[in-house]
């Protein structure tokens, strides 16, 4: 069952102004009482990379650290495990930022959806950290980011433009929401302990091609899962304690620019056509997929990896493309 757009509630930014304007004040005086400007200016460089990158966060089914996890490791050397926690870090603010935005413009979402995708996340996520990402080798885990984008591009390549004009929402109880949700939400959380990004993609991708779900509605969801397991990771791993100074160093440069950054993705992509804005990010998925698999050392073990992901992605695309238009087709009917 499908249902028109309405805003969720009367729209109101007071939130999102709060925020801001008390994240601005704390780190003006933090910077200021612990004399860290040096730091900041010693990381400028990640920052201006940010400001793209929240743009593309706040717009598309991207989360900020799908730009940082390339940018950091190939471009400053750093490990995958660093830009996995500077992306949690970082996409904890700025796309937090980005959902009291949406919420404050009453911008509709699948909030069922969503609230059951994350809570099975935050399982998803601590299974990842502690049971399965020590076991995952650093070339496996740099491949597997590049795969999930890959896949992103396939999907958005070949059918862009039907998704740009499906125009309607999913309306799903609990029951529904639990039911495909959950297990979405522990696989996007697993994916996300060992690359910092995946709930959104994943629920983004059932939401088009299972629900023929409107972009209107799709894509904010997939901002707000992305706020909610970052804030769960990030939480995780500061209690761990295993983000070193350099990476808050960049998070610290680059937190009052994503701040603003995230929420005007998620508004510029209502002043320009969405549809050439994902033909564009996915083109910046294929170069991404091939840098990687040029700068990362392949034998037969990340072959067969690659390969059997990216088999797996369109097996599955293709399954819920056509499960979610023989429904769509049946609806019709049954409406008749």
Known sequence: MSVKLIPAHKPSLRLWKTLVTLFLIGWVTCVIAFDWWPMVREHWGIAMVMIGGSLIAGSTPMGGGSVAFPILVYGFGKSPENARNFGLAIQALGMTSALLFIFGRGVPVQRKLLACACTAAGVGIVLGTFWVTPYVSRSIVKLLFSCLWMSFAMVTLARNREFCELKTAPSLDWNDSARIGLPIGLLGGVIASMIGVGLEMLLYTVLILLFRCDLKVAVPTAVCATAIASIIGAALHIGIGDIPRDIFGDWLACAPLVIFGAPAGTYIVTKIPRIKLLYFVSVLCVFQFLWTLWATPTHSTE????????????????????????????????AV
């Open 303 to 334: 072959w067969i990896f690659v390969g059997s992901t990216l088999t797996l992605a369109i097996v599955g695309f293709v399954f819920l493309y056509k499960r979610g238009k023989r429904d769509r087709q049946m609806a019709a009917v049954a």
